[in-house]
């Protein structure tokens, strides 16, 4: 679903922020701990569903579903800065939330379900998506990402599983999982070609989302954790690159709930209202 594309632009710019080049292969004890790291989120998720905590984390704190609701995009770190170490890698996890007046929870999934639009809704990141197949259980889509971040200039594909759960009739979750990340060298040139998985110079390795929605207060709240795992950032330049990571996290993020907001308000508006609202962004 979404988030994937601002976790990619988070983890170009760990890369060109480190000016790390090199090519690096993902160590099995560094996916054992994205495991175990990705176990641990989906229990929390149960703790929601359990009402040990609230279904929402806007919910969580007095005042945010209040910033919220008046237009705010509001994004956190899940955990501590937003990275957590791991052997040899880094763990990404951020959460954000917006909401949409007057939408629906179908009006939401008619947007998020459109994959082959991905690449209009999510640009100039998102450079191509398609849906791949359908059935009751889950939907598969891939999406190629390209993003230049100071001297480096990257480009991805990723598959993707996407399962979605209902909690009643006006809540639901949606579980993204990468099931396939491949870089993508010289991309645009003829020498282009993918590198096999897990291999590459380590902007992303593995990638996880959790969206939570609800249908209240005459719209729809909307929320994403994303997590990315990535090559790790060299200690000696932690007191530089955290801050840029950090920055462009919440930007990012930001964007792509933005970005998800304004998809779903214009699928509610006549060809000439859109078309209204078109001229006046470019004005």
């Known amino acids: 679903m979404i988030g994937r594309k601002a976790l990619f632009a988070l983890a170009v710019v760990l890369g060109a922020s480190t000016g790390m080049a090199g090519a690096i292969e993902l160590d099995g004890s560094t996916v054992d701990a994205w495991r175990e790291y990705v176990a641990g989120a989906r229990a929390r998720m149960g703790a929601r ?7 929402l984390w806007v919910d969580d704190v007095p005042g945010r579903t209040a910033r919220v609701r008046r237009g705010e995009i ?11 170490d791991v052997p040899q890698g880094l763990i990404h996890d951020w959460i954000g939330a917006a ?5 629906t929870i179908e009006t939401l999934q ?12 999510y640009r100039p990141v998102v450079i191509a998506s398609k849906a791949l197949a359908c059935d009751t259980d889950a939907r598969e889509f891939s999406m190629t990402w390209r993003h230049r971040v100071l001297f480096v200039n990257v480009a991805l594909q990723g598959r993707y599983e996407a399962r979605e759960f209902s909690v009643g009739p006006h809540r639901g979750y949606t579980v993204v999982d990468a099931t396939d990340v491949q ?4 991309y645009g040139k003829p020498s282009e070609h993918r590198l096999p998985a897990d291999t590459g110079s380590g902007f992303i390795w593995r990638l996880h989302s959790i969206t939570r929605y609800e249908e209240r207060d005459g719209g729809v709240y909307l929320e994403i954790q994303a997590m990315a795992l990535t090559r790790n950032i060299p200690p000696s330049l932690r007191w530089l690159v955290t801050p840029v ?9 930001t964007t792509t709930l933005r970005q998800t907001r304004q998809a779903v308000q214009d699928s509610q508006l006549t060809p000439e209202q859109i078309a209204m609202h078109e001229r006046k962004r470019f004005q």
């Open 49 to 55: 569903l359990d009402a040990e905590q609230p279904f």
């Open 74 to 84: 509001v994004v956190a770190p899940q955990v501590g800065q937003g990275t957590r």
């Open 99 to 103: 909401f949409i007046p007057s939408a």
């Open 110 to 121: 008619a947007v998020v379900h459109d994959y082959d639009r991905y690449k209009q809704i």
């Open 183 to 186: 870089q993508i060298e010289d």
């Open 245 to 253: 990571v950090n920055h462009l996290s919440i930007n990012s993020l």
